[in-house]
């Protein structure tokens, strides 16, 4: 069973190609002025099993295609066996259906620890953003949120659609569902963005209520 925040699909501005976004419910590192508080809170969301998971993920991949999956949240190693069993399962499907998937994953536990403590999950993985958001640090390249955060290749295809890469803060991109009668935004918002569509929007007449870049 995984607690989830949401999944999400097409991603297309979290890694490489369209994709799935699986975020995670509940996060314990809690960094500064982060942009997902609503995946902080470990009851949060929903329990979904993780056939189900693989379930809904195939019908979307039937449906449009997929690349790859980004893990977020939330804290994915925050859930160390939901996140096992959700990439067991990833993997086999990969291998029965001949897919050229890669599995992206974020966390806000510096790199050290998740090598200590996980280093088999980390061998599931294509590629990881290890360490927390720190504010105080300059912006980080595309998919990064700052410059601490380093995009570390994993495997063969990890390498081959990540290495090159790390350098492209001129291409990050905001993606933005409407689902559920919620406004999601994807992707990683440059410093002072999210201000600056609040001040856009309320000289429009429109006040967010809640949002889950404060509490
Ligand atoms: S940035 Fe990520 S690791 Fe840091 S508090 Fe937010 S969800 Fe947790």
């Known amino acids: 069973m995984l607690r989830l925040n949401k999944a999400h699909y097409p991603v297309t501005t979290l890694g490489y190609g369209k994709r799935i976004g699986v975020w995670f419910q509940g996060c314990s590192i809690h960094c500064k002025d982060c942009v997902s508080m609503d995946t902080w809170e470990p009851n949060g969301g929903a329990d979904i099993a993780v056939p189900a998971l693989m379930d809904w993920c195939k019908a979307k991949a039937a449906a449009g295609g997929v690349d790859g999956v980004t893990f977020s949240g939330g804290e994915p190693f925050d859930q160390p066996q939901a996140l096992n069993a959700v990439l067991d399962g990833l993997l086999r499907w990969k291998k029965r259906a001949r897919l050229s998937l890669d599995l992206l994953c ?110």
Not at 116 to 137: Q, V
Not at 163 to 168: H, L, P, Q, S, V
Not at 170 to 184: D, I, P, T
Not at 188 to 199: Q, S, V, Y
């Open 106 to 215: 974020y966390s806000g536990y510096p790199l050290k620890i998740l090598q200590a403590r996980h280093a088999g999950l980390l061998r599931k993985l294509d590629a990881l953003i290890p360490e927390p958001y720190a504010e105080h640090l300059p912006e980080g390249g595309l998919w990064r949120g700052s410059a601490n955060q380093p995009l570390i290749t994993l495997s063969p295809l990890g390498a081959q659609r990540y290495a090159d890469k790390d350098g492209m803060a001129a291409s990050k991109r905001m993606q933005l569902a409407v689902e559920e009668g919620k406004v999601w935004m994807i992707g990683i918002p440059g410093r002072e963005d999210m201000a600056r569509l609040e001040a856009l929007c309320a000289a429009r007449g429109l006040d967010f209520n809640q949002v889950s870049w404060r509490r």
